[in-house]
């Protein structure tokens, strides 16, 4: 049974950095892409950012110049580096991995969400 299990997310001031990580852990063949999603409240989920398994980064326009994704597939870990954090960043966030486990091809699989809070 594959699971993604995020960090624990916080409380922040505006301005302030946040790092979250997820953990891949199961039955895994391999791991492609790896991503980050959010929700706030009253808005539908959105994604913020991804990383290809050749290590190829996207990001929400929001996001871009102030959020960092990485990996580590030694670790099955994604990162999410949050900086110049604002108060509109405030959601739960959510990561997503396509992993390959034996018998099937590979699927879409999230965690269980993290709240992340930025305010003074």
């Known amino acids: 049974q594959v699971q993604l299990l995020e960090s624990e997310g916080g409380l922040v001031q505006p301005g302030g950095s946040l790092r979250l990580s997820c953990v891949a852990s199961?039955?895994?063949?391999?791991?492609?892409?790896m991503a980050w999603y959010r929700q706030a409240p009253g808005k539908q989920r959105e994604w913020v950012a991804a990383?290809?398994?050749?290590?190829?980064?996207n990001y929400a326009d929001s996001v871009k110049g102030r959020f960092t994704i990485s990996r580590d597939d030694y670790k099955n870990t994604v990162y999410l580096q949050m900086d110049s954090l604002k108060p509109e960043d405030t959601a739960v966030y959510y990561c997503?991995?396509?992993?390959?486990?034996?018998?099937?091809?590979?699927?879409?699989?999230w965690g269980q969400g993290t709240q992340v809070t930025v305010s003074s």
């Open positions: 997503n991995a396509e992993i390959r486990s034996a018998p099937y091809y590979y699927r879409a699989y």
């Open positions: 990383v290809t398994s050749d290590g190829s980064t």
């Open positions: 199961g039955s895994i063949d391999s791991i492609r892409d």
